[in-house]
């Protein structure tokens, strides 16, 4: 097997708290050595030795959150499509959700997906099973049959459960079968017609608001059943300050829970809609600065866990609409570490915290491989230079569909390289 070793590197591994000028040593598929010691101990006999002074490497990002197209939307993303936008990412590593055509609700369509992923894909795709079948939040799906199957979590992707017989269902069939529900929340009345966050700058444009209590009000009945059932509850994209509060309580009361961010959340706020700019339309949207600072917070304190990208490809023409009209989504998979070093270079969030919440806290949500540089783990890492700046340019991306909220923008940190099970599957 052939060894490479990546020397005099600034590693960061958080799950091991490293964080230091050392060498990465990869033995086939494996990392054999990784930190000071590795550098110590020098270069095998037949080593390729690349040397990555001034550069840093960190475990491949696993971004837990992505909606890709395929099956039935595949002029928005193929398996394949998604897997290069995300080597070029740093990304090793995506948890695809079951918001497909036909819906990934059953044992056949995960056997599809790891099929397409093992056949197309230069990335680790791993599929999150519906918690209901077509999600539409009735009838449960067969949590034990998808896990054997491969499923790695249970969601019903962007939509919310509101039967809480159904949720306190889901959560006691995780808690048995060891899975994880990872739930967007919105109250879908409270939300009504609402296309961005509730306020001024709204009433200013003349748009239906989404209030922060369309989030918040399923988000506490969620998480008082995660109480009672004793599941493991994930609440996959909050934005807001006061959905940081309600999860703090529930860590503190011991409830087995986490939380996650979209980085659109921690990146922009409601004034970056400007006048009606269709390709900042999300879900959730973009929230006051208030709540974006709150978001910054929780994560260099632990409250929440995650960071995602949220990947949603949509047709330039459903976004080329007026405002009220438009899809909600954007694309995120190659600019998700360049914004998240936004929060290292202003000083908000330590390196070892952000590759934490981008690379080893999801690995261990989800049982995932990865996420680690300590010896005997499968080589998945990224090489970046934390200060190259790079414009972000639609014509660049490597994504099927180009509805990028960060068109233009000046980001620092780019990845040089992308390493799966030791194979090299981007070079810069």
């Not at 395929?70 to 995506?94: F, L, M, N, Q, Y």
């Not at 023409?317 to 438009?326: E, G, N, V």
Request: hydrophobic letters at 45%; charged letters at 20%.
């Amino acid at each position: 097997m052939s060894v490479t070793v990546l020397s005099k590197a600034r590693v960061v591994d958080p799950s091991r708290g490293v964080d230091e000028i050392g060498s990465v040593i990869v033995d086939g598929k494996k990392i054999a050595a990784a930190g000071k010691a590795a550098l110590n101990q020098g270069a095998p006999e037949g080593a390729v030795v690349i040397d990555c002074a001034g550069k840093t490497v960190i475990p491949g990002l696993i971004d837990a959150r992505v909606f890709i197209g395929e099956p039935g939307g595949e002029h928005r993303e193929t398996i394949a499509s998604a897997s290069v936008a995300a080597a070029a990412g740093g990304v090793t590593s995506i948890v695809m959700m079951p918001d497909t055509n036909p819906v990934i609700d059953n044992v056949a369509l995960v056997e599809f997906v790891l099929r397409t992923a093992r056949d197309t894909a230069s990335v680790n795709i791993f599929p999150a099973a519906a918690v209901t079948k077509g999600l539409e939040g009735h009838e449960m799906t067969e949590f034990g049959l998808l896990r054997e199957a491969g499923a790695v979590a249970f969601t019903d992707g962007r939509h919310t459960i509101a039967n809480a017989l159904v949720m306190r269902r889901a959560l006691t069939y995780a808690r048995d079968f060891g899975g994880v529900i990872a739930h967007e929340t919105q109250d879908a009345d409270l939300a009504s017609a609402g296309v961005m966050n509730e306020g001024l700058y709204a009433s200013w444009l003349g748009l239906s608001g989404i209030p922060r209590e369309a989030e918040l009000i399923p988000l506490e009945r969620d998480l008082a059943l995660a109480r009672l059932t004793g599941g493991a509850y994930h609440a996959a994209k909050i934005s807001t300050a006061m959905a940081v509060g309600a999860v703090s309580r529930a860590k503190a009361d011991g409830a087995n829970v986490t939380a996650g961010v979209a980085i659109h959340n921690l990146s922009l706020n409601e004034n970056d809609v400007g006048e009606y700019r269709t390709f900042f339309r999300l879900t959730p949207p973009l929230r006051a600065e208030d709540d974006r600072l709150a978001m910054i917070e929780a994560i260099k304190d632990g409250i929440v866990d995650l960071i995602v990208s949220s990947h949603d490809p949509q047709d330039v023409d459903t976004k080329r609409l007026p405002f009220a009209d438009a899809a909600a989504g954007a694309i995120g998979l190659e600019t998700l570490l360049g914004a998240a070093l936004r929060l290292y270079h202003n000083g908000d969030v330590p390196l070892l915290r952000l590759i934490e919440t981008l690379s080893t806290a999801p690995a261990r949500l989800f049982g995932l491989p990865g996420g680690t540089l300590k010896p005997g783990a499968v080589a998945d890492l990224a090489v970046v230079d934390l200060d190259e700046p790079w414009i972000v340019s639609e014509s660049g991306l490597r994504s099927r569909s180009k509805n990028t909220c960060f068109e233009g923008a000046r980001l620092q940190g780019k990845v040089l390289q992308t390493m799966v099970a030791g194979r090299t599957v981007f070079s810069a």
